[in-house]
């Protein structure tokens, strides 16, 4: 039955039952279920089942709540019969319980077994205090922690992945995963039959179907001054070869210009004549270019700066001319 019919213990079931939660006698034992075809009045003053016309011993129970029992009653007979109240039977006899209502619960015809399966709800907790007797017909719904009747899922159910009721078996659960490992070998198929290769400064690689290795590898100090690699990358430690000094007089290699250095400082330039000026390092080639600035802020006076003669610039300097008083100059050169 889809909702649980609601039994009525008799006065003498009651008394029964108060007995056995006193600890009196040991839980009550349900051993019968009668059967009956009228339509009665379940009143606690029963001592019988109205219209009863068979008893069924083939009869299991349990408890799968506090006050709710799942019974399973099993009628092989080729008897003929509207079912419409029941009556669960002590071991002594009593009537303990029973339900009645006006529309049949079944219809047995002759050439069909009658498997009643229901779930029956007391109003008060009694489960632990009621027992069963035959075993072999209790099919209570499966639970996670009761073991019992469950519909075994189809495919599609076991595929689809969101039903929690329906018992997956290991055929259908087999089919599942399989599926699923041959989707995910096909990717790592798929995966396999690419090649990873490096290219320009990147090297190494080959098939994904072992791990592999791409690699960038950085140029020396030696090898950055050089400038003659097309196959390794420059790198901050690459560039730190580079001749280079920093301060208020000092040089820098220029990286990527063939060895260009670029100098710079500062000097006073003597009155009114030449002054020597040495460059912070000599050019290893030559000095190309210098120029040098100074003078005072005096527009009283004409010509007040300093300058290199062309003809005296070397690779490990120049001389400056001034033809005003001495003051403080600086220069920029630059060469190879």
């Known amino acids: 039955m889809a909702n649980p019919i609601n039994l009525i213990i008799t006065n003498a079931g009651l008394d029964a039952l108060v007995d056995a939660q006193n600890g009196d006698t040991d839980a009550i034992k349900v051993i019968e279920v009668g059967l009956t075809e009228a339509a009665f009045d379940p009143a606690p003053t029963l001592t019988a089942l109205p219209g009863e016309f068979k008893r069924l011993a083939s009869f299991g129970g349990q408890s799968t709540g506090p006050n709710t029992i799942h019974m399973t009653a099993l009628d092989a007979g080729a008897t003929t019969y509207d079912l419409r109240g029941i009556g669960l039977f002590l071991e002594d006899g009593t009537l303990f319980a029973s339900f009645a209502q006006a529309d049949p619960i079944f219809s047995k015809v002759s050439i069909a077994s009658f498997l009643l399966a229901f779930d029956v709800r007391f109003s008060g907790e009694v489960g632990e205090d009621i027992t069963f007797g035959d075993a072999t017909f209790l099919y209570p719904p499966a639970t996670e922690t009761v073991k019992g009747v469950a519909e075994i899922a189809t495919q599609e159910e076991t595929d689809a992945a969101t039903d929690d009721e329906r018992i997956v078996t290991p055929l259908k659960l087999g089919v599942f995963v399989n599926a699923i490992a041959r989707a995910l070998q096909g990717a790592i198929d798929a995966l396999t039959g690419r090649t990873i290769t490096g290219t320009g400064l990147a090297t190494g690689g080959g098939s994904l179907a072992a791990d592999r290795t791409i690699n960038v590898a950085a140029a020396s100090s030696a090898e950055a001054r050089a400038e003659a690699l097309a196959t390794k990358a420059l790198t901050p430690a690459s560039l730190a070869g580079f001749a280079r000094q920093v301060g208020q007089s000092g040089y820098a290699t220029i990286p990527g210009t063939g060895g260009m250095i670029i100098q710079h400082g500062r000097f006073t330039a003597a009155a009114n004549g030449p002054t020597s000026v ?57 060469g190879r």
């Open 278 to 334: 040495t460059w912070p390092i000599a050019f290893p080639t030559a000095c190309y270019a210098a120029v040098c600035n100074g003078g005072k802020s005096d527009a009283a006076i004409q010509d007040n700066y300093v300058t290199f003669l062309a003809e005296s610039i070397s690779a490990t300097g120049a001389t400056a001319y001034n033809n005003q008083t001495a003051y403080s100059a600086s220069f920029i050169a630059i």
